[in-house]
């Protein structure tokens, strides 16, 4: 097994596994990730394709994601000014990775809301 167990802060704050995945298995970077699989996209074009999502927590999400190396935000000077997001190749292996995974969770579904449907049922009565 791997080494997921920590005995403190510090070596949490120092374990690789839990640094990984705590910055991209966020709803929000996932949703991110798989919206910019077919091709770069403006800002604007992002947050249209995502819909329920704050232009604040887009930007924050896209800074962390391009801060560990999963895209690269582009500046077109313009006019007018054109900010575009694309994966890099880690970002493009973080999507081969996460397919299986959405796949997976979209053939579940309804397994899934009949157990959340048995368990709702129980805890009311």
Known sequence: ML????????????????SVLSNVTG?????????????????GD??????????SVLTENL???????YLTRTVDPG?????????TPLGRGLLEMLKPLIFWSHEQM???????MEFDREQMG
């Open 3 to 18: 080494p997921i167990g920590v005995a403190n802060k510090a070596e949490a704050s120092n374990c690789c596994i839990r």
């Open 27 to 43: 709803k929000w970077r996932m949703i991110i990730i798989l919206a910019l699989e077919d091709e770069p996209k403006r800002f």
């Open 46 to 55: 992002l947050k249209r394709c995502i819909g329920d999502i704050t232009q």
């Open 63 to 69: 800074r962390g994601l391009q801060r560990d190396g």
């Open 79 to 87: 006019p007018p000014v054109a900010v575009s997001y694309e994966l």
């Open 110 to 116: 309804d397994v899934v809301r009949q157990f959340r």
